[in-house]
């Protein structure tokens, strides 16, 4: 039976987690055309008066350690938020991630420089389309919220000034990529190419040499189960073990204990909090603007004259010069996305008529006003459950603040997390001794154990006898954990490890006997030797049939899965021979026998194919412009100076 065959799960998620690591490094930049407005290390906005570490210099541009500290901890979160348990502490350690940061944040200030250094200005108007435009801002009706505004500038201690410098910022940078990413051009038949090697499928036949191959070992002599026992020791280490006990503390507990104490606030009415917050829901006077732009004084001046003399606003806009022939009409706009020395004129015009000529730094503008929408005020009734909800949380909140300032308040007085369970009416659950992976002794998990990933990293991290500061937990629930006892890891002694020393050296000693016979039989079937001799010489059991390909798509279902690298082996091979040996995850090996070629059909009426053909495309063409911006970069490297205090990377500021 011949079966599909791709690439397995565990694979794709390595090499995706790779992937993602490296774009932090070389393709980062490529996000900033979509200007997703990251709020760190932009010159010096939010360098603190006492942060005189300066790890990297970039032309006059310090890069603090402070902001690359805050980066670092971006982009960290950002992968674990991504990958889940998957992202430890080493995976994060061996992608050498602080120094892809630091050398994006090096690259945005080349291109920043590079940006001031051309006149590239962005205009009050574009900045604030953007900031109104920028998703993260909207409210539940996908409007621009001025409180989500607000919050984003309190969380990370900017003013509204900080942020707007910081967008006109981030948008010319843009303006600069996007010019030099015109360059990028998909050679002629490039795509084809590619297409063809990567669609193209072999038949191959799959020998699987099964760990039942090898039946049986020599006795090992003491000396030998000494050495293993010495040369892997932390096998035969039991790991730290900690007796725990926590507390749990609810959203529902929190609301009972406050009501129950009187102070619970009665909170303002719907009514009343609407009119508080009336400014909020008021909608300024919009008008629907139209424009003509012009490169010169003289120009502009001349097609007003037209206008005046009778000549439409359309017919101007095509007989005339215009820089804008594409983007005559602004749409319906407020007051403040007009250019600051416009925006007066512009909402003193009556419907029709046409503004004098009005200079920018895109050139000079003759508006006119087809439209007026009065300024209105959202009413009650449309805001209603909007404002229902954010009482609802505000009293949540409000709640659990409470609580929780009371509990640690009689933890810091002295308490012990047995009399705060009792005096606060909390479950106190005590749990067995468990590593840092939550498993007991005799490797089950415990079965109390909360499954917040917090709850044990600082369980593991904090004193005895000590609680732990608060834990939050995904429901909005939160932790108070106490050490109760720390049982340090030890070395077993050999005499007590016997049993399992002897059947992981017996294991070891198979695998490696296994890997040999391998390797040999590898080498008969690359060899003169034919396959069937093979066969016959080693009793290989017949080989399963399967089609492969290269392509790395979720939605394969493989029923039997190969190393990726033995997928790109195979495709190195011609017709008739055998590919090298490789482990599989269940201990055996396998050696794949090509069969038959079966290349890629190249059928243009086809839509799938075209499809392909576009998706191919569009990665081609993304691949070459993370090429462009990086020779652009590097050649910017070399117009300013740039310096890196390497100690300075690795220096705690207190």
Do not use: C
């Not at 900080?162 to 990413?181: C, D, F, G, H, P």
């Not at 498993?439 to 600082?458: C, H, Q, R, W, Y």
Request: charged residues 30%; without cysteine.
């Amino acid at each position: 039976m011949t079966k599909t065959y791709n690439t397995g799960k565990n694979y794709r998620m390595i090499k995706q987690f790779r992937s993602v690591a490296r774009n932090i490094g070389s393709k980062i930049l490529m996000a900033l055309l979509i200007l997703t407005f990251a709020v760190w290390g932009i010159e010096d906005m939010l360098r603190m008066s006492d942060d005189k570490v300066t790890v990297a210099t970039v032309g006059d541009i310090k890069i603090s350690y402070r902001d690359y500290q805050k980066t670092l901890a971006n982009e960290t979160e950002k992968l674990r938020q991504m990958f889940g348990n998957s992202a430890t502490p080493e995976a994060l350690n061996n992608l050498a991630l602080g120094a892809s940061v630091l050398k994006n944040m090096i690259n945005e200030k080349l291109l920043v420089l590079e940006s001031k250094r051309i006149g590239l200005k962005v205009s009050d108007e574009d900045v604030a389309n953007s900031i109104r435009r920028n998703p993260s801002l909207f409210d539940d009706k996908r409007q621009f919220s001025k409180k989500n505004f607000e919050y984003l500038l309190s969380s990370n201690g900017m003013t509204e000034k900080m942020y707007i410098e910081k967008t006109r910022q981030n948008m010319a940078v843009n303006l600069l990529i996007s010019s030099v990413l015109s360059l990028a051009h998909v050679p002629e038949n490039a795509t084809q190419t590619l297409y063809a090697s990567r669609e193209e499928k072999r038949v191959v036949d799959v020998y699987t040499i099964p760990q039942s191959h090898i039946t049986s070992t020599t006795q090992p002599k003491p000396e030998h189960l000494e050495e293993y026992y010495k040369a892997n020791i932390r096998m035969f280490t039991a790991p730290e073990y900690r007796t725990l006990s926590y507390i749990v503390i609810t959203p529902e507990r929190a609301k009972e204990s406050i009501k129950a104490s009187g102070e619970t606030k009665e909170s303002n009415d719907i009514e009343t909090v609407y009119h508080e917050r009336i400014e909020e829901f008021k909608k300024p006077e919009r008008r629907k603007v139209e424009q003509l732009l012009f490169s010169t004084e003289d120009a502009a001046n001349k097609a007003l004259e037209d206008i005046k003399r009778g000549k439409s606003f359309e017919e101007t806009g095509k007989d005339a010069n215009i820089l804008n022939p594409k983007a005559i009409s602004l749409g319906l706009i407020e007051k403040s996305k007009i250019i600051g020395n416009a925006a007066d004129q512009v909402f003193s015009l009556a419907i029709g008529a046409a503004s004098d000529p009005i200079k920018s730094a895109f050139g000079w503008h003759i508006f006119r006003v087809t439209e007026i929408v009065p300024p209105t005020t959202q009413p009650l009734e449309e805001v209603r459950e909007l404002l229902e909800k954010e009482l609802a949380l505000q009293e949540h909140d409000n709640a659990m603040t409470k609580f929780t300032n009371k509990i640690e308040d009689s933890i810091a007085g002295g308490s012990t997390l047995t009399e705060v369970a009792k005096e606060f009416n909390l479950k106190l659950v005590s749990l067995a001794p468990i590593d840092n992976k939550g498993k007991t002794a005799d490797g089950s998990v415990e079965k109390n154990l909360p499954e917040e990933p917090a709850f044990l990293e600082i369980a593991f991290k904090s004193e005895e006898k000590i609680e732990s500061s608060l834990i939050p937990a995904k429901d909005d629930s939160r932790f108070i954990v106490r050490v109760e006892k720390i049982i340090p890891e030890q070395v077993l002694e050999q005499d007590d490890v016997k049993t399992k020393l002897l059947s992981l050296w017996t294991d070891h000693k198979k695998k490696k006997r296994l890997s040999e016979l391998a390797g040999k039989i590898s080498a008969d079937l690359q060899s003169a030797v034919s396959i069937e001799e093979a066969v016959r010489k080693y009793s290989l059991s017949a080989p399963e049939t399967i089609t492969v390909s290269q392509k790395n798509e979720a939605s394969d279902k493989p029923q039997t899965v190969l190393p990726e690298i033995m997928i790109k082996d195979i495709f190195s091979k011609p017709v008739g021979k055998a590919s090298a040996n490789f482990p599989k995850e269940n201990g055996s090996y396998a050696i794949a026998v090509v069969k038959n070629i079966i290349p890629a059909e190249l059928n243009d009426k086809d839509s799938k194919y075209s499809g392909k053909i576009a998706n191919i495309e569009a990665e081609y063409r993304n691949d070459m412009k993370g090429e462009i911006v990086d020779q652009y970069i590097d050649s910017l490297a070399k117009r300013y100076p740039v310096s890196i205090n390497e100690s300075a990377l690795y220096k705690k500021v207190e």
